[in-house]
């Protein structure tokens, strides 16, 4: 649920590495992995890891940002938050007396919500309004029990139990003692496929004040939400994934409702389990409470968006100047992607790294220099990024010209051979380390058979890594790297300095 | 008519009996499922001879490694006019080179071998960690250790080491989150006690390579130190590795300088930092308690209850769930070596700061003086912390930096037990006992990043 700046571009980092490494290692996954399908099309990954009695499990949609139409931004990340809120058994002491209050408050919200849109809000009308709006809220509170999800997961031991919203996918998860598997099953599940809407315009204003936080008041996700829009001509890439504030705060219990029905469907979506349990009890369970899902088809979404390069944006922040630079790229299958992959490992990854070496350790130019080369997402046509953060008196425009200066290098001669076995090395340990936690092995094998519909990747990356080649590098980066394609965007302090 | 009410009573009836089977029976049922005979895994631990103390365990499931090592020493030992050399001395480790190797090289060497490599220095732990693979144990722990023993402090990665603090130190301001957190720490500590003082570019500046050398040779020594490692070795050969790369490092018994004590008392203070943001940040509370108090078990309850539990803590339903006024709102009732920090930290719309204040002080009010505590409060507590407890052992490296992190901080090896007993042991009295003994919202320093009106 924290998905905002300088933590945003974290993520992607993270999951960036999961993307561009795999497994010519002494590690066989694929014997590990247990696959099967509900009736209802939900595709469900076990693995068991016996070293202590615990699992982690996490339920994955395809749906995100990515899914959202203009005007109403926010949406899936709206959604998740609401999941929270219960079902018609969890977080409510009598659903029959609840659900019509449920009821009033959702007609009286949408109607609030559609005044305070207008241009002109007729005030009395708007207080009238919220006023009704607070009764039925306190009328509904008397059969509600607030966060019982959080209090039946925390009681039986729940770690890292919470959710996140990306452009691409929604996901939700906790680990918990392995006695606990029927009770995550049953939660988790309630959460997905019965959720009910109680607090949502409460909820809407929490999430606001997430976006002040995260965007408003936050240099680096003020950065992030302005490389979507300079960027992107068009298309989902162009919004923050929590949305733009007059978008949410018009969002409704309908709209939410809407998304969830449409997307949170068997064949929308992935579990994973991985830990201290019996393959043939967690199906059983798996079978007794996903199986209700339905089985109907997600919208299919558009793919192809005339987005090009050759962008600037400059703006001012109270806050040291920062720069990045980023690049229209395809995404997978396109097997650019792994030439991509070995490029940002090139470049930002370790102090031996082309930008790392030169424009923080030689030049001492920067602080910092990271790259991530499937931003804001994997789904669709996205950005080679990098971020520079400039010590002074070096600018943040000298740090971009030299970032240049070393694409063009790409370009013109053929990586040592020495770089390109560090790189696959680099790959290859990468993924490794990140299968080392139950979580993180989960999320792996979730991201990549939500996002690619196929978790194998992830075992066969290593190999796709290695067959790329000096020319390779060499020709996707002339082909993708003109110097008019770059999009640049400038942060300085608010004076100009 | 009447057959037909009849059957309606049936009806009802049946759909009354069927609440044995309501969803709460459900989760009851659920609940009850025993948790399976668990041994908890061996973990090796040993002192070499020239005192380096170690914690292994083997886990053959991956081709990895991981080696943790820990060291007394800290900014809190920090001369007063030296400021910043615990910092400076933990980057200057990593990225200073090697008797044997430039830092160039030794940048060359880890990356090629993809490891992982991180050293730094807090108040009071040096803290150094290295992941690999582990066909390269033997190349990559002589390079690990001998940044640790045998430094070069390059002066260019000195340079460098300074230039990148300062920026830090600068960028720091960007994030209120940031600020609001080390100006709430002064608030309480003082501005120069070693508990919360920050370096100055100036301090920085005037550190000396003789500094770091002095301020290293006094701490990294085996005997002041503890390694953590897991992964896929054999532990008598891993020993044999330890003993090759440690055992002809000089040793010494480290004489601590004295650290000045925080003096306790409680005092209504504020201080508002103006920044053009549309949120104000919080920090609010005071002191807390040294580690080894026994009253810290009821307390932490007391805190998981006030508003350290996820969502479910009276702060978070109340300032979020119900007003809406916050994304995050949590507490801290901390403990440290010398007395450690209670804090609550919010950030909240700019002109719901005075409200979000009021609220926190009136549930810490509630929490001291009103002792309304229920047993369901303290029952979702005490269940929350207990059954996490199992997490302590679902990874090898996490079990092993743990034992060390006791050891270091003075418990037996055992804790684990102890701390579960005490856990179970803590009941209504004991929480609002000591709520009523540590809370102090008549004293309250506050700390306030945001808007100037």
Redesign the interface.
Same mark, same amino acid.
């Given at each position: 649920m924290k998905i905002s700046g300088k933590r945003l571009l974290h993520y992607i980092v993270i999951i960036l590495i999961l993307v561009s490494a795999g497994a010519a290692?002494?590690?066989d996954l694929e014997k590990d992995v247990t696959e099967f399908k509900l009736p209802n099309g939900m595709r469900w990954l076990l693995v068991l890891?016996h070293?202590?009695?615990?699992f982690s499990g996490v339920v994955m949609i395809r749906a995100g940002g990515a899914d959202e139409k203009p005007g109403k931004t926010g949406l899936a990340h709206m959604f998740e938050h609401m999941a929270?809120k219960g079902s018609s058994?969890?977080g409510t002491t009598d659903f029959a007396k609840e659900k019509p209050i449920l009821d009033e408050i959702e007609r009286v919200g949408e109607e609030l919500t559609a005044e305070t849109q207008k241009e002109k809000p007729d005030e009395k009308k708007v207080a009238e309004l919220a006023a009704h709006l607070k009764s039925l809220q306190d009328d509904a509170s008397k059969y509600q029990i607030?966060?019982e999800v959080?209090?039946?997961m925390?009681?039986?031991?729940?770690?890292d139990?919470n959710a996140y919203t990306s452009k691409d996918v929604t996901a939700y998860h906790a680990?918990m003692?392995?006695?606990?598997l029927?009770?995550w099953m049953?939660v988790i599940s309630q959460m997905v496929a019965d959720p009910v809407y109680r607090?949502f315009?409460?909820?809407?204003?929490?999430?606001?004040?997430?976006r002040?936080?995260g965007i408003?008041?936050?240099?680096d996700g003020k950065m992030a939400e302005l490389i979507g829009e300079t960027a992107f001509q068009e298309g989902p890439y162009r919004w923050p994934v929590i949305g733009q504030g007059k978008d949410v705060a018009g969002l409704t219990i309908a709209d939410a409702r809407a998304f969830h029905n449409e997307f949170y469907v068997g064949p929308n979506m992935v579990g994973v389990l991985v830990g201290d349990f019996k393959i043939d009890e967690a199906k059983r369970l798996i079978e007794k409470y996903f199986g209700k899902l339905p089985s109907t088809k997600p919208p299919v979404a558009k793919e192809e968006f005339a987005n090009k390069g050759g962008a600037e944006k400059r703006f001012g922040f109270?806050?040291?100047p920062a720069s990045v630079l980023a690049y229209h790229k395809p995404t997978l299958p396109d097997p650019a992607e792994f030439v991509f992959d070995v490029i940002e490992v090139l470049l930002c990854?370790?102090?031996?790294?082309r930008l790392e070496?030169r424009l923080?350790?030689d030049e001492?130019a920067a602080?910092d220099v990271s790259c991530a080369d499937d931003y804001p997402g994997s789904r669709l046509s996205n950005l080679l990024l990098v971020w520079m953060?400039p010590?002074?008196p070096h600018s943040p425009d000298e740090l971009v010209s030299k970032v240049q200066e070393e694409l063009e290098r790409i370009k013109r001669e053929p990586v040592t051979d020495?770089e390109l076995?560090?790189v696959r090395?680099?790959v290859?340990?990468?993924i490794?380390?990140s299968?080392?936690?139950?979580m993180g092995l989960a999320m792996s094998l979730a991201e990549f058979e939500a996002i690619f519909n196929d978790w194998r990747l992830i075992a066969k990356y290593p190999k796709l890594v290695d067959e790329v080649t000096k020319e390779d590098i060499m020709r996707i980066a002339k082909e993708y790297f003109p110097k008019d394609a770059a999009v640049k965007v400038v942060r300085t302090r608010s004076n100009g300095k | 008519m009447t057959k037909r009410l009849i059957t309606l009573a049936i009806a009802l009836l049946l759909t009354c009996c069927q609440s044995d089977r309501s969803?709460k029976a *459900?989760?009851e049922r659920?609940?009850k499922?025993?948790?399976?005979k668990?041994t908890e895994?061996t973990v090796d631990t040993g002192v070499l001879e020239n005192g380096l103390r170690y914690y292994l365990l083997e886990?053959h499931?991956?081709?990895?490694i991981q080696l943790n090592i820990i060291t007394k020493t800290g900014s809190i030992y920090e001369p007063a006019d030296k400021v910043g050399l615990a910092w400076l001395l933990g980057t200057a480790l990593r990225?200073g080179g090697t008797k044997n190797l430039a830092?160039?090289d030794v940048?060359?060497a880890?990356?090629?071998?993809?490891a992982?490599v991180g050293v730094g220095i807090g108040q009071e732990m040096g803290d150094g960690s290295i992941?690999i693979?582990s066909k390269d144990k033997e190349k990559a722990f002589s390079l690990f250790f001998d940044l640790l023993f045998a430094p070069r402090f390059e002066p260019k990665r000195v340079?460098?080491g300074k230039?990148?603090i300062i *920026?830090?130190l600068?960028?720091e301001?960007?994030?209120? *989150?940031q600020v609001v957190v080390r100006e709430f720490r002064k608030l309480v500590y003082g501005d120069a006690s070693p508990w919360a003082r920050r370096p100055s570019n100036e301090s920085v500046k005037a550190l000396k390579i003789d500094d770091l050398k002095k301020f290293h040779e006094k701490y990294f020594v085996p005997s002041n130190m503890i390694v953590a490692a897991a992964g896929d070795f054999d532990k008598a050969a891993f020993i044999e590795l330890l003993k090759k790369f440690t055992g002809n490092v000089a040793n010494h018994d480290v004489q601590f300088p004295e650290v000045a004590p925080v003096d306790l008392n409680f005092v209504n203070q504020e201080r508002k930092i103006a920044?053009?943001?549309?949120?104000s940040y919080i920090e609010a509370g005071h002191l807390g308690i040294k580690r080894h108090n026994p009253d810290k078990y009821a307390l932490e309850i007391m805190d998981t209850i006030l508003g350290a539990?996820?969502?479910?803590s009276r702060l978070?339903?109340d300032i979020?769930?119900?007003?809406?006024?916050?994304?995050t709102i949590s507490s801290d009732f901390g403990w440290g070596t010398d007395y450690g920090l209670f804090d609550v930290y919010v950030?909240?719309?700019a002109k719901s700061g005075a409200e979000v204040i009021n609220l926190i002080r009136g549930h810490l009010e509630r929490m001291k003086e009103k002792g309304d505590v229920t047993a369901s409060e303290l029952?979702?507590a005490k269940?929350?912390v207990?059954?996490?407890?199992?997490?302590e052992?679902?990874?090898?490296?996490k079990i092993v930096t743990q034992r060390a992190r006791y050891r270091f901080f003075g418990y037996p090896d055992d804790y684990w037990h102890i701390y579960r007993d005490a856990i179970e042991k803590v009941t209504i009295d004991d929480v609002k006992r000591v709520a009523r003994e540590y809370l102090h919202p008549d004293g309250l320093s506050i700390a306030i990043v945001g808007p100037a009106s």
């Amino acid at each position: 649920m924290k998905i905002s700046g300088k933590r945003l571009l974290h993520y992607i980092v993270i999951i960036l590495i999961l993307v561009s490494a795999g497994a010519a290692y002494a590690y066989d996954l694929e014997k590990d992995v247990t696959e099967f399908k509900l009736p209802n099309g939900m595709r469900w990954l076990l693995v068991l890891r016996h070293q202590a009695p615990v699992f982690s499990g996490v339920v994955m949609i395809r749906a995100g940002g990515a899914d959202e139409k203009p005007g109403k931004t926010g949406l899936a990340h709206m959604f998740e938050h609401m999941a929270f809120k219960g079902s018609s058994k969890l977080g409510t002491t009598d659903f029959a007396k609840e659900k019509p209050i449920l009821d009033e408050i959702e007609r009286v919200g949408e109607e609030l919500t559609a005044e305070t849109q207008k241009e002109k809000p007729d005030e009395k009308k708007v207080a009238e309004l919220a006023a009704h709006l607070k009764s039925l809220q306190d009328d509904a509170s008397k059969y509600q029990i607030k966060n019982e999800v959080w209090e039946v997961m925390g009681r039986n031991g729940a770690a890292d139990l919470n959710a996140y919203t990306s452009k691409d996918v929604t996901a939700y998860h906790a680990s918990m003692p392995i006695n606990r598997l029927e009770l995550w099953m049953d939660v988790i599940s309630q959460m997905v496929a019965d959720p009910v809407y109680r607090e949502f315009y409460t909820e809407r204003s929490v999430i606001l004040e997430e976006r002040r936080s995260g965007i408003d008041n936050d240099p680096d996700g003020k950065m992030a939400e302005l490389i979507g829009e300079t960027a992107f001509q068009e298309g989902p890439y162009r919004w923050p994934v929590i949305g733009q504030g007059k978008d949410v705060a018009g969002l409704t219990i309908a709209d939410a409702r809407a998304f969830h029905n449409e997307f949170y469907v068997g064949p929308n979506m992935v579990g994973v389990l991985v830990g201290d349990f019996k393959i043939d009890e967690a199906k059983r369970l798996i079978e007794k409470y996903f199986g209700k899902l339905p089985s109907t088809k997600p919208p299919v979404a558009k793919e192809e968006f005339a987005n090009k390069g050759g962008a600037e944006k400059r703006f001012g922040f109270d806050a040291e100047p920062a720069s990045v630079l980023a690049y229209h790229k395809p995404t997978l299958p396109d097997p650019a992607e792994f030439v991509f992959d070995v490029i940002e490992v090139l470049l930002c990854s370790g102090p031996t790294s082309r930008l790392e070496k030169r424009l923080v350790y030689d030049e001492k130019a920067a602080r910092d220099v990271s790259c991530a080369d499937d931003y804001p997402g994997s789904r669709l046509s996205n950005l080679l990024l990098v971020w520079m953060e400039p010590n002074r008196p070096h600018s943040p425009d000298e740090l971009v010209s030299k970032v240049q200066e070393e694409l063009e290098r790409i370009k013109r001669e053929p990586v040592t051979d020495e770089e390109l076995l560090r790189v696959r090395t680099k790959v290859m340990a990468s993924i490794l380390y990140s299968l080392e936690k139950n979580m993180g092995l989960a999320m792996s094998l979730a991201e990549f058979e939500a996002i690619f519909n196929d978790w194998r990747l992830i075992a066969k990356y290593p190999k796709l890594v290695d067959e790329v080649t000096k020319e390779d590098i060499m020709r996707i980066a002339k082909e993708y790297f003109p110097k008019d394609a770059a999009v640049k965007v400038v942060r300085t302090r608010s004076n100009g300095k | 008519m009447t057959k037909r009410l009849i059957t309606l009573a049936i009806a009802l009836l049946l759909t009354c009996c069927q609440s044995d089977r309501s969803p709460k029976a *459900e989760i009851e049922r659920m609940e009850k499922v025993p948790m399976p005979k668990f041994t908890e895994p061996t973990v090796d631990t040993g002192v070499l001879e020239n005192g380096l103390r170690y914690y292994l365990l083997e886990d053959h499931q991956l081709p990895v490694i991981q080696l943790n090592i820990i060291t007394k020493t800290g900014s809190i030992y920090e001369p007063a006019d030296k400021v910043g050399l615990a910092w400076l001395l933990g980057t200057a480790l990593r990225t200073g080179g090697t008797k044997n190797l430039a830092p160039e090289d030794v940048d060359r060497a880890f990356d090629n071998m993809a490891a992982a490599v991180g050293v730094g220095i807090g108040q009071e732990m040096g803290d150094g960690s290295i992941k690999i693979l582990s066909k390269d144990k033997e190349k990559a722990f002589s390079l690990f250790f001998d940044l640790l023993f045998a430094p070069r402090f390059e002066p260019k990665r000195v340079d460098l080491g300074k230039i990148k603090i300062i *920026e830090a130190l600068k960028r720091e301001n960007d994030y209120p *989150e940031q600020v609001v957190v080390r100006e709430f720490r002064k608030l309480v500590y003082g501005d120069a006690s070693p508990w919360a003082r920050r370096p100055s570019n100036e301090s920085v500046k005037a550190l000396k390579i003789d500094d770091l050398k002095k301020f290293h040779e006094k701490y990294f020594v085996p005997s002041n130190m503890i390694v953590a490692a897991a992964g896929d070795f054999d532990k008598a050969a891993f020993i044999e590795l330890l003993k090759k790369f440690t055992g002809n490092v000089a040793n010494h018994d480290v004489q601590f300088p004295e650290v000045a004590p925080v003096d306790l008392n409680f005092v209504n203070q504020e201080r508002k930092i103006a920044r053009p943001l549309t949120q104000s940040y919080i920090e609010a509370g005071h002191l807390g308690i040294k580690r080894h108090n026994p009253d810290k078990y009821a307390l932490e309850i007391m805190d998981t209850i006030l508003g350290a539990a996820d969502f479910k803590s009276r702060l978070m339903s109340d300032i979020r769930s119900d007003r809406g006024l916050a994304y995050t709102i949590s507490s801290d009732f901390g403990w440290g070596t010398d007395y450690g920090l209670f804090d609550v930290y919010v950030a909240t719309k700019a002109k719901s700061g005075a409200e979000v204040i009021n609220l926190i002080r009136g549930h810490l009010e509630r929490m001291k003086e009103k002792g309304d505590v229920t047993a369901s409060e303290l029952d979702f507590a005490k269940r929350s912390v207990l059954n996490r407890l199992i997490f302590e052992f679902d990874n090898s490296f996490k079990i092993v930096t743990q034992r060390a992190r006791y050891r270091f901080f003075g418990y037996p090896d055992d804790y684990w037990h102890i701390y579960r007993d005490a856990i179970e042991k803590v009941t209504i009295d004991d929480v609002k006992r000591v709520a009523r003994e540590y809370l102090h919202p008549d004293g309250l320093s506050i700390a306030i990043v945001g808007p100037a009106s």
